[in-house]
């Protein structure tokens, strides 16, 4: 057979189970990773000099975790593996590549994307704040660097990533002041059905909320986010429980985030078509089952694709380097692929569940004071979003984006993007699937002025 | 003064650095965020409104955490190793200087 290169982007459980099985089938594919160390965000190394255990750093998943790595680390002679590096373009089947300062234009046959997600964040009066981050963000502080966000934190928003931060910050002695959860106790009843589709994941939820109130947390459930307030710094959250009574809670940090965002900017690079997840509310690049992409030679996997999580996302590494392979002309046996397709089954019902159980709260984005800033890079606001809508008649998102500049900023929409698109809907009347999606534009992330193209 | 709190990985090297003039000690290992981060209270100020910015995402995503050397170079705190006679400075961009 003919050299092939196959461009895997991202080390995380998918990009790792991908290259893998590439290289179980005598490829050696090249996989670019930003990070120094492979892992993605969920299995994220710590640097050298680190003692904390595995169980330590990943709890209940140190299994996995030791297993993602030990795979890598079994691959690193047999892949051209190159950390540290971004792709911040795609172009006619050349993948555009920025190492430290020099750039690099890379030729590929197959391109699998397994690119991951950052938190999706739904903003709330005074959250560009010195000691506010994202929960992904708050996690990474102590999982990478053995540090607390505050003295005395809150965490707020919803989905699986609230009660697990908040648990991993006050199990390694952090002082979390309060949960704040924007999903209802029935929501969660709601979704009992889609949850029990995996249960040992239930059952660990259950447990972190019940560690959380052994430990004395004081946790609400239903809230509504007022205000992030101090002055310079953050010195308390506001916020109205479950029956609209006002409350103060006193902090110097606050971790937010409603689930995860799937990061799609390369997919739309490489002109994918997309379409609106009802699930997600998300616009996301379509696939079959396997993760073949609209376009020939273009593959997805894990929560760059479709937020499953770290194990689907090792399935569905596996499935989408299956599915490139046999666009090459390697034999997979049918067996293989339906024993993995099988295994994603689950987690599919499994998301849906999550989804009920920690509903995006559109609505908080409809009610954010005008004043309120939405792009935290250009610092527009609620108000902005609203007039151009409004007086300039923007009748979609990258409109939008060229009058008011939200999502034009450094960031490209990451922060933004989601409740960018809840406000605009919102003030246009429509459903949020109809102002349509940020399109990727490169480089997807800045480059330095210095950048120099490889002799 | 710091914003970050170290809660365990206490026994490591420590280093020295150089933030807006300031000698300040941090430890191998640390990040330029933490390093900044463990000794002040925010890593920059917004060009676009005055308001200080301590980083928002540590994933290298919202690139909130920009810093300079004092030769110029600009760098994203949360995924940069801090190291050992490093002169950063976060409120001097060029930007910075000729509003100023």
Redesign the interface.
Known sequence: MAHRTILIVGAGPAGTRAAARLVAAGMRPVVVDEAAGNGGQIYRRQPAGFRRTPADLYGFEAAKAQAVHGAFAALEERIDYRPQTLVWHLWENEAHLLTGERTERLAYDALILATGATDRIMPVPGWTMPGVYSLGGAQIALKAQACAIGSNVVFMGSGPLLTLVAYQYAKAGAKVVAVLDTAPVSAGIRALPGLAARPALLAKGLYYTAALWRMGVKMWRGVTPVAIEGDESVEAVRFSDARGVAHRVVCDAVGIGHGLRSETQLADLARCDFAFDAIARQWLPVTDQDGRASVRGVYLAGDGARILGADAAEIAGQLAACAALRDMGVAVTEGELADLRQALAPMRRFRAGLETAFPWPARLAAALPDEAMVCRCECITAGELRAVARQKGAPEVNRAKAFSRLGMGRCQGRMCGPAGAEVLADALGVPVAEVGRLRGQGPVKPLPMTAQSAP | MG???????H???TISLEIDGMTVTAL????LQ?AIL?NA??VRT?E??D??????????????CWVWTVSG??LRSC?T?AMDGMRIITRGSAWHIEQS
């Open positions: 914003r970050f709190q170290r809660l365990a990985e026994d490591r090297p191998a290992g640390d990040t933490v463990t209270a925010s917004s676009f409104d308001g200080q910015r301590a980083g928002f995402c540590l994933m290298a995503a919202c690139q909130d170079e600009r995924s190793e």
